[in-house]
């Protein structure tokens, strides 16, 4: 039988208007997160966590933006330029500065996932390297990360009778030592070129020697004599390493080939023992001067802002779900050994337990968890952390300054002035 129109749309409007007649079933958000795990089996890995966590929240979708990271930057100027940042984006503590300077965290959103998960729930030491400059926020929700000291070879020190080094001397006597240029055979692979790593490294060794980039007041203060002395100092070290540029491969040969004995490397190093070395030879130090300072990049989830407050509420439900024993358990074994745990409850977990890297490396893993609170980065004076440090390593002023006065025999002095002038230029 025809129904009229209007009877139609008379019963249409009743039914909107009565309780029985509606759809209980609530909409789903769709949210974007961007990673940098572009390899297929880590994607599975992540494709896996979403699919359990679409099961526990059948409201929320959530798409993964997997992207190169070399290519980071330039996507996220792109989507935010265009208003169309992924709500959640995994970044390192770095560059989150710069996102946070450009105003394009949630730092609301990120506090809120940070309460929710509980601060206790973090290793000591990590809460305060994603602090914002101001000292009132947070740039992300801590995630995992990763390490840099110094790894040598136990049985070679051994063999030479040196002891593990735990002093600036005592480090530059045993790479002395061991070095032998002549049959290529160098005391320890350092970085020295133009490079991240290479400021990574030397930050290590900086900071521990109370030398910074910036004083409390937030200006450019490298030309000190703790900084001098520093320099002076890793120069010293790298008349015992290979000669030429070294960077991310050269060392990790020069180590794993047994050239070097000792190495400064980040704690990626260790899926390569695994497989091609002697996980139980296999030793960690900070050699210190002052304080004990480790380099480490701890990675997040953060927030962006320019979300409608549903996109934002699920971005703080997958956030918070992604800190949860197993979940947080599964993304740190993405890279086992190589990215360490920041949540406590990881280690309690059979994945974490029972892996057969973690296990081959005895103790070592949870030694190097327990060095979260001396880690040290350049930029963190006190309670702040200065967004311009950001511009500061995009510069290359550092890693060149150490390169100048390594490889190129530069001048310290006449360096340290210089590199004092660019930088001071650069944040004014």
Known sequence: MKVPKVVLISALVACALLSGCRDDKKSVVTIEFMHSSVEQERQAVITQLISRFEKDNPTIKVKQVPVEEDAYNTKVITLARTGALPEVIEVSHDYAKVMDKEQLLDRDAIAKSIMAVGEGTFYDG???????????AWTGVPVSAWLSGVWYHKDVLAAAGIQEPHTWEQLLKASQALSNPAIKHYGIALPTAESVMTEQAFSQFALSGGANVFNAQGEVDINTPEMAKALAFYRSLATTTMPGSNDVMEIKDAFMNGSAPMAIYSTYILPAVYKEGEPANLGFVVPTEK????????TSLTITTGQTEDETHAAQTFVTWMEQAQNAADWVMMSPG???PVNKR??????????????????????????FPNVQVFGAVGDKNFTLMGD?????????????VTVGNKDLTATLNDSQKRLADLVT
């Open 338 to 340: 190589a990215a360490l």
């Open 291 to 298: 304080t004990s300072a480790v380099y480490g990049m701890v």
């Open 346 to 371: 990881v280690v309690e977990t059979a994945s974490w337990k029972d892996n057969d890297v973690i296990r081959a490396f005895g103790q070592l893993p949870y030694e190097l968890i327990a060095q």
């Open 392 to 404: 500061v390593t995009g510069s290359g002023v550092i890693s060149s300054m150490v390169h100048d």
């Open 126 to 136: 990590i809460l305060r390297i994603v602090r914002t400059e101001d000292g009132k």
